[in-house]
């Protein structure tokens, strides 16, 4: 059985950067698309960002577009989320998913949940 854990989180100003991991055990990574959500109080998780298996492509929403980039490490087993720009907007828990790819992860079709890490962006 897989594990995701995710690391990198913490307090800091607007303007900001951040890099979160999402680090695999029990399983290989590479078989999957990893996922970006994220979650503020009293609202669904909301995929921000997404990275398919090698060779396939990436997924951004909108207001992260620019800011944010999802990359993967296939030999360390580990993805990625440099978050640069930061506003206290993007504050919330951020989880890491592996599911079978992009459409998969978009429909909560997730085989892996990583923990979540915090991440608050003061003004």
């Known amino acids: 059985q897989g594990q995701l854990v995710e690391s990198g989180g913490g307090l800091v100003e607007a303007g900001e950067s951040l890099k979160l991991s999402c680090a695999a055990s029990g399983d290989t990574l590479t078989y999957y698309a990893v996922g970006w959500f994220r979650q503020t109080p009293g609202k669904e998780r909301r995929l921000i960002a997404a990275v398919s298996r090698p060779g396939g492509g990436v997924f951004y929403v909108q207001d992260v577009k620019g800011r944010f980039t999802v990359s993967r490490d296939n030999v360390a087993n580990i993805a990625y989320l440099q978050m640069n720009s930061l506003t206290p907007e993007d504050t919330g828990v951020y989880y890491c998913?592996?599911?079978?790819?992009?459409?998969?992860?978009?429909?909560?079709?997730?085989?892996?949940w990583g923990q979540g890490t915090q991440v608050t962006v003061s003004v």
């Open positions: 998913a592996a599911g079978r790819d992009i459409q998969s992860i978009q429909r909560r079709d997730i085989d892996y």
